[in-house]
């Protein structure tokens, strides 16, 4: 029997305490916000979304890049602010980006606007970036890994982003066609396939940890184990690792504690 992919892709339907969580992020987000230093809307291209908020830290490695969730048609960056609070406590630099929404865009754009977030903080910077995701944010890390960043920028390092972080990822587009997320998506069966990381190949030695929650959805579970075994036949170095109890909203909050595991890993994919 096939899986209800209505069911195991409904994550509000999942967590029926999701409004009360999100509130919880809004709230974090402004309170990290008004406690630190930060340039704020900085702008990666023309649109009103094409924004990202810099909180800079000590450390001298890599820029990290947070990109958020709701299924490539919800949220923006000012709910996000407190996923900046880990890394700086361990001196790392980071971006929280928005970008535009389906229906408004097609997700390919918003593939594509992640490319030249990535390409902005690195000209702005000098450094490289290593993106951090959750949900359509962790599919959007996954593409931002599969690049030849050459042939987008000459003059950028061909491992603009050698490592990223996707957490309960979605890496694997076509079983959404045929549910109700997909009605803002307009997503065709060829395009899925032709926006799911998991049929591209990044560089050798790249390097993706795929973290996902131990209480989420069998699809998510598999989602996250497939893209480890599938790029690690291709060179790139992956770990996929489950979060006891957490759930598709609870999986990042590790992110705000310089100590957590999740936190660690992050770390861990900027060393040297």
Same mark, same amino acid.
């Given at each position: ?54 909180? &800079?830290?000590? /450390? ?8 958020? /969730? ?25 971006? *929280? ?31 490289? *970036? ?23 920028? &000459? ?14 990822? $979605?890496?694997?587009?076509?079983? $959404?066609? /045929?549910?109700? @997320? ?22 050798? /030695?790249?390097? $993706? ?17 497939? *893209?480890?075994? *599938? ?20 999986? @990042? ?20």
């Amino acid at each position: 029997m096939s899986p209800d992919y209505e069911a195991e892709y409904n994550n509000r339907a999942r967590v029926p305490e999701h409004p009360a969580l999100i509130a919880g992020w809004a709230k974090d987000a402004a309170a990290y916000r008004a406690a630190t230093p930060h340039e704020a809307g900085l702008a990666y291209g023309p649109g009103k979304r094409h924004l990202y908020d810099l909180f &800079p830290a000590a /450390g001298e490695g890599p820029v990290v890049l947070f990109i958020h /969730g709701g299924y490539w048609q919800a949220l923006d960056r000012s709910f996000f602010s407190h996923m900046a609070a880990g890394p700086n406590g361990r001196g790392l630099t980071a971006a *929280i980006m928005e970008y535009d929404l389906c229906p408004n865009v097609p997700m390919a754009s918003i593939v594509e606007q992640t490319r030249q977030a990535i390409l902005d903080l690195w000209r702005r910077t000098g450094r490289r *970036i290593v993106p951090y995701g959750h949900s359509a944010g962790g599919h959007l890390t996954a593409m931002a890994l599969a690049v030849d960043w050459k042939a987008l920028d &000459p003059a950028a390092p061909g491992d603009l982003t050698p490592a990223g972080l996707a957490i309960s990822g $979605l890496f694997d587009l076509p079983p $959404l066609v /045929g549910t109700s @997320i997909n009605k803002a998506l307009g997503l065709s069966e060829a395009e899925a396939r032709r926006l799911s990381p998991i049929v591209h190949t990044p560089p050798p /030695g790249r390097r $993706l940890v795929a973290a996902v929650g131990g209480a989420e959805s069998a699809e998510y579970l598999r989602q996250s184990h497939d *893209i480890c075994r *599938i790029w690690q036949n291709h060179g790139v170095r992956t770990t996929c690792v489950e979060l006891t109890g957490a759930n598709h909203f609870t999986v @990042i909050a590790g992110l705000a504690d310089p100590d957590s595991e999740l936190t660690d890993r992050l770390v861990s994919l900027c060393a040297a």
